[in-house]
């Protein structure tokens, strides 16, 4: 790690040159947008900068150490490919967000513990937002619930059914907090259901239904989405995954 640390000092000072060019270019704003004030860019772009990433890193790292240590597996651990190890490091050392940084964590943990972790969760857990990771976890819980009919928090209405679908009121409740299809969510509910979609963590399960405006020839048809959905098995072995290792059970230790 010290060789590593000091190649990559060594390359921010490289930068600098390339650096103070484009920093004397900004304007005062584009200067505040970017964190600097004048007479930081060397510091900023040089050592400073590169030791963020490290102090984030080593962050990450403690708590994945500490969540292995507590599961009581630490004779399990593996060395983590470094396919899987290195890209996992590169985007660890930028999050700056508390509550990702718990799931980073989890992930190399069980990475380490030869769980099922595979390099596309890496990409997907760099792309996701706070509150995509958040609803992503939430209707995980919900499918769960819905699986083993165990009681929901009371703001979100049972399912009817046993199955793993997971009913657009039961998403617009857990995302609000309240059993009230009267509140209006804002646009960032749609958005963060379309993400979860295009990371195949999610899939409507449900087509839309078109609704007969009247009945008079040529009448237009309004779509009414009251799509069910499901969280895949990519978005559940992913949220598994960035959970913190779970301890052996009795089974496991008669097995063992």
């Not at 990409?123 to 165990?150: S, V």
């Not at 059914?161 to 646009?187: F, K």
């Not at 399960?205 to 098995?233: C, H, M, W, Y």
């Amino acid at each position: 790690m010290p060789d590593e640390i000091s190649k990559a000092l060594e390359l921010g000072k490289a930068a600098l040159p390339y650096a103070a060019s484009v920093f004397a270019a900004l304007s005062p704003i584009g200067k505040k947008i970017c964190g600097m004030v004048e007479g930081e860019i060397d510091i900023y772009w040089g050592i400073d900068q590169q030791q963020r990433r490290i102090d984030r890193l080593e962050k990450v790292l403690r708590k994945s150490q500490d969540m292995v240590e507590l599961s009581g597996r630490a004779e399990e651990v593996k060395e983590v490919p470094a396919k899987l190890l290195q890209p996992w490091m590169e985007a660890a050392s930028l999050e700056d967000e508390e509550e990702m940084r718990v799931m980073w964590a989890a992930l190399l943990a069980n990475a380490a513990l030869q769980g099922s972790v595979i390099p596309a969760f890496v990409a997907i857990l760099k792309e996701m937002t706070p509150d995509e990771a958040k609803m992503l976890a939430c209707m995980y819980r919900t499918r769960q619930c819905n699986l083993r009919r165990d009681p929901l928090p009371s703001f979100v209405p049972q399912n009817p059914t046993d199955e793993v679908r997971i009913s657009i009121h039961q998403v617009r409740s857990a995302y609000a907090g309240v059993d009230d299809p009267s509140v209006i969510l804002p646009r960032s509910f749609s958005v963060t259901l379309e993400r979860l979609q295009a990371f195949r963590a999610i899939k409507k399960s449900t087509p839309k239904v078109n609704v007969q405006i009247d009945d008079l020839p040529g009448a237009r048809r309004a779509s009414v989405d009251d799509s069910d959905f499901e969280v895949t098995s990519l978005g559940v072995a992913f949220i598994e995954a960035c959970q913190a290792p779970k301890k052996p059970t009795t089974e496991q230790f008669a097995s063992a």
